[in-house]
């Protein structure tokens, strides 16, 4: 299963972006998808996942400002990130988890899309 992301970029604090992400391959069933970053000089962490019945999870950071959601037909994840602040910064990563066409569990990461907040 490969993973495609796409939408990162430059914009001023306060902004808006969308980041999607898309799975690709055959024969798979994704069960979780989530998004990840990673800031210059830290550790990656978690930003938010979805499970396949549209359960959530983010960290404290984003609660309020960023939203979650997929589209399972698409095999697709988003990223809505709203009033985006300086330390929302990095190199954001899209993560599937689920069962492959040989009925074997993966875990695929998608490569990092820059998401950069500056004035």
């Known amino acids: 299963v490969q993973l495609q992301a796409y939408g990162g970029g430059l914009v001023q604090p306060g902004s808006s972006l969308r980041l999607s992400c898309a799975a690709s391959?055959?024969?798979?069933?994704?069960?979780?998808m989530g998004w990840y970053r990673q800031a210059p000089g830290k550790q990656r962490e978690l930003v938010a996942t979805?499970?396949?019945?549209?359960?959530?999870n983010y960290v404290d950071s984003v609660k309020g400002r960023f939203t979650i959601s997929r589209d399972n037909a698409k095999n697709t994840v988003y990223l809505q990130m709203t009033t985006l602040k300086p330390e929302d910064t990095a190199v954001y990563c899209c993560?599937?988890?689920?069962?492959?066409?040989?009925?074997?569990?993966?875990?695929?990461w998608g490569q990092g899309t820059l998401v950069t907040v500056s004035s």
């Open positions: 993560n599937a988890k689920g069962i492959d066409a040989a009925f074997k569990t993966f875990d695929s």
């Open positions: 391959g055959s024969g798979f069933r994704i069960n979780s």
């Open positions: 979805i499970t396949r019945g549209g359960s959530v």
